[in-house]
């Protein structure tokens, strides 16, 4: 079976930076493309980073150019991180791999 745990969400000031962790279990995070995605309340469910099998990486346009997206196959965990964070980056982070997701982790960006 196919678990993922999300992490490292929490409350940053405006401008600060978080890194978001997601472990597997069950499946190489190598073996396929792994997603992470984020809701904000009241709004659907948005793409904010992608790194496929072979290491390529994509990232949503909300995030692009201040967010990096890597992988760790030692632990096999998938990082993400997000810098120059803002208020709408506020939102559940989840992870994505194949069908299974993680339970989220919550991203509050206030002052």
């Known amino acids: 079976q196919v678990q993922l745990v999300e992490s490292g969400g929490g409350l940053v000031q405006p401008g600060g930076s978080l890194r978001l962790s997601c472990a597997a279990s069950?499946?190489?995070?190598?073996?396929?493309?792994v997603q992470w995605y984020r809701q904000a309340p009241g709004k659907g469910r948005e793409l904010v980073a992608v790194?496929?099998?072979?290491?390529?990486?994509l990232y949503g346009d909300s995030v692009k150019g201040r967010s990096t997206i890597s992988r760790d196959n030692a632990t096999n965990t998938v990082h993400l991180q997000i810098n120059n964070l803002k208020p709408e980056d506020t939102a559940i982070y989840y992870c994505?791999?194949?069908?299974?997701w993680g339970q989220g982790t919550q991203v509050t960006v206030s002052s």
């Open positions: 790194i496929g099998h072979l290491g390529t990486t």
């Open positions: 069950g499946r190489a995070v190598s073996s396929e493309n």
């Open positions: 994505n791999l194949n069908m299974y």
